[in-house]
């Protein structure tokens, strides 16, 4: 398995995370190889918040 570690991974991105993520796909799609992305900027508003509820499932 390989990695990518970016800290953000917005909605809307341009520039350096654009690339990383067009550099991976080309990876995947030309060299058969597999990618699991990990961000390091948790946003809990991303996963429910507080509300357990609301948090999508894994």
Known sequence: MNY???STLPNQFG????????RTKKLVQQADMSFTIVTTNYNPVLHG????SKR???
């Open 49 to 52: 918040g507080d509300d357990p």
């Open 15 to 22: 520039g350096r995370t654009k690339s990383l993520l067009d």
């Open 56 to 58: 999508p499932n894994d």
């Open 4 to 6: 990518v570690i970016t």
